[in-house]
């Protein structure tokens, strides 16, 4: 419903690595489909630049845009609003770590089988430049067994997950 909530961007937190520029580096990535590591190392703005339209918006840089007005987000459709389709270079810094998830229970709140936590111990690295400010985003985005998503379009709220 476009609902936001505190600093949330929904579309980047849906969609990773996010297609638009950022100002986040990736340190690592969790999956529970390992198979899919390379695609997110190597689609991280940390290796690689992403692209945004840039429009001339007159004398009001800040005036929002009508609904039907919407900046372009791919280079066809930028250049016949027109804008130029500018490449916001890589951070020039290592791909994120990407690491494939031990089997949790659902509703343990990361409790694996172990029964402790699961963990990451990233060490900071120390080639940021003195002064600079740090922010850690963590993004949790997950779907548990109370969705059917069996097959695209037959979702049923009622479905007995149990039967199937």
């Not at 290796?47 to 429009?55: E, L, S």
């Not at 919407?70 to 994120?96: F, H, L, M, R, V």
């Not at 600079?132 to 049923?156: I, K, P, Q």
Request: glycine share 6%; proline share 9%.
């Amino acid at each position: 419903n476009g609902n936001r909530y505190g600093l949330e961007c929904p579309e980047e937190r849906d969609y990773y690595p996010y297609w638009h520029p950022s100002g986040w580096r990736d340190v690592v990535v969790f999956t529970s489909q390992p198979e899919h590591c390379s695609f997110y190392r190597e689609e991280s703005q940390n290796v690689k630049g992403k692209h945004y339209c840039k429009v001339n918006l007159g004398a009001d840089p800040d005036a929002l845009l009508d609904e039907d007005d919407q900046i372009p987000n791919n280079q066809k459709a930028c250049e016949a609003y027109p804008g130029t389709w500018i490449e916001q270079e890589p951070w020039d810094i290592d791909p994120p770590e990407c690491l494939g998830l031990p089997e949790i229970r659902d509703n343990h709140h990361g409790n694996a089988k172990t029964g402790k936590m699961v963990s990451y111990l990233w060490e900071i690295p120390d080639d940021i430049p003195d002064g600079d400010r740090c922010v850690m985003r963590l993004r949790y985005n997950m779907t548990s067994l109370d969705f059917n998503n069996v097959e695209e379009g037959s979702w049923d709220p009622f479905f007995d997950l149990t039967s199937a």
